[in-house]
């Protein structure tokens, strides 16, 4: 089993930054990808940015590029998402997943990812 705890979330004005974090624990992490994810009311769920937990080598969606940085520390189990530039399209409650399983490819659909948190609001007013 794999716990999630998302942190971070909150209320900033456009153009501004935040930064949320993913607490994990339980089995250890050897060869997962860690992904954000993001719904916003009446969407589906979507990919964001993964990373992987042993290279730190990073994937993200075309949303989100150049604007947010995934990274992880293993030393904490913790997974980060800085978010830079922000806009008011980018509210949405943030997910943070893992995806357990030995793969050759980036994953972006949510059916990939075994665990998730239990999400984190983020609001970016205009």
């Known amino acids: 089993q794999v716990q999630l705890v998302e942190s971070g979330g909150g209320l900033v004005p456009a153009g501004g930054s935040l930064r949320l974090s993913c607490a994990a624990s339980g089995r250890t992490f050897g060869s997962y990808v860690m992904g954000w994810f993001r719904q916003a009311p009446g969407k589906v769920r979507e990919f964001v940015a993964a990373?992987?937990?042993?290279?730190?080598?990073?994937y993200y969606g075309d949303s989100v590029k150049g604007r947010f940085t995934i990274s992880r520390d293993k030393a904490k189990d913790t997974v980060f998402l800085q978010m830079n530039s922000l806009k008011p399209e980018d509210t949405a409650v943030y997910y943070c997943a893992a995806d357990t399983n030995l793969r050759s490819a980036w994953q972006v659909r949510t059916s990939r990812y075994d665990y998730w948190g239990q999400g984190s609001q983020v609001t970016v007013s205009s």
């Open positions: 990373i992987s937990w042993n290279s730190g080598n990073t």
